[in-house]
């Protein structure tokens, strides 16, 4: 049920992914980003609840079915989020936190987590307040959402706190850590599916000449370096984390609810990034294509260094190192004038050089 629930974010990442296509500048990508702090967050809540929840019993599936038709509804109004179907959107996500924050108190109402969860609702709504102003003044949107987008990811950090009912401690959501971790896992290999997608979709559309094939080897093995680092350097610690560590509850907050969503976050910007550059791989570099081209793997290296500072208390200057080097080649990039093709190139030898040489264990020299 869980892995079905997951289908409707196939095409929720592909909207977004179409979304930052369509508004390539800076209004455009704090857009895309609130879009996608709304998309992950609902995302997130509902894996957390099937911590707690059976999602095959009927009851269940019940409610992982209505919460997937939300979601799909936000999908749906994406590509006009900001304007004809601000509603839709706000509405879906709206009610899709209420459903399942009121779902969980009434099912564990009496107990602690019954509260928790009651708060945790009374959150969604304060939040969904902005949610639906936005939604009804157009010329304020974008500052309602991301001002409701920071009050949705500040709750847990304040323990959904209330007057009168103080805080949920973290003792009190306790949790599968390693089964949070494998859905992480899961919805990470959706994002890097959605650039195979457009990869693949790209190469029906176009003749397959010399710089459209070089283009997509490019890509394609970008796709594999963001693989390798996530799966062979990042998982087998957090696993590992998990497994011997008892704090499951404060590793998922900031591991997987936090540094998670910007990995994914980063996998999506990178598969626009490579449909960007497959679209014109001899044309000379402008500013809007090496921004994206650079942020997309800086990103995801940014969340993998926040994975490991959690799962390990540790940092991996090579990440950090990496994406001064892309700040740097993306900037090289643009003055001379280079083609996309040596602007992918560039970025894939240094996301190449951090798969071919970390490590799953220990620290980088």
Request: with cysteine; net charge neutral; charged share 10%.
């Amino acid at each position: 049920m869980e892995l079905f629930f997951d289908l409707v974010y196939v095409f929720s990442i592909i909207q977004l992914s179409h979304f930052l296509l369509a508004h390539q500048d800076w209004l455009g990508a704090l857009e895309a980003a609130t879009l996608f702090a709304a998309v992950w967050w609902a995302w997130n809540y509902t894996a957390w609840a099937t911590n707690w929840l059976d999602p095959d019993h009927a009851s269940g599936r019940a409610l992982m079915v209505v919460l997937m038709g939300c979601a799909l509804l936000m999908a749906v109004a994406m590509p006009e989020a900001y304007s004809s179907r601000a509603g839709l959107f706000a509405g879906a996500y709206v009610a899709m936190a209420l459903i399942r924050a009121g779902y969980m108190a009434i099912l564990f109402r009496g107990q602690r987590m019954g509260r928790n969860y009651a708060q945790l609702c009374a959150w969604s709504g304060i939040s969904g307040l902005f949610w639906i102003a936005g939604a009804l003044l157009p010329e304020q949107r974008v500052w309602l959402w991301i001002l409701a987008v920071l009050l949705d990811y500040a709750a847990p950090y304040h323990g959904f706190w209330l007057p009168g009912k103080g805080a949920t401690p973290m003792e009190s959501w306790p949790l599968r850590g390693l089964h949070l971790l494998e859905r992480n896992q899961q919805v990470f290999i959706i994002a890097l599916g959605e650039s195979i997608l457009l990869l693949g979709g790209m190469l029906v559309d176009h003749a397959l000449d010399t710089g459209i094939v070089l283009a997509a080897t490019i890509g394609f093995c970008l796709i594999v370096s963001l693989w390798s680092i996530y799966f062979v350097q990042l998982t087998e610690e957090g696993e590992h984390r998990f497994a011997h560590g008892s704090d499951h509850t404060k590793l998922a907050r900031a591991g997987l609810a936090y540094a998670h969503g910007v990995m994914v976050c980063g996998a999506i910007v990178v598969a626009v990034a490579i449909e960007m550059m497959v679209a014109h791989p001899l044309d000379t570099v402008h500013v809007p294509t090496a921004l994206v081209a650079v942020a997309g793997p800086a990103i995801f290296l940014f969340g993998s260094t926040l994975f490991h500072r959690v799962m390990s208390q540790g940092m991996r200057p090579a990440y950090l190192a990496a994406v001064a080097a892309l700040a740097l080649w993306g900037f090289v990039a643009v003055k001379l004038h280079l083609a996309g093709l040596w602007l992918g190139a560039g970025v894939l030898v240094v996301m190449a050089v951090l798969a071919l040489s970390g490590r799953s264990k220990g620290t980088w020299g």
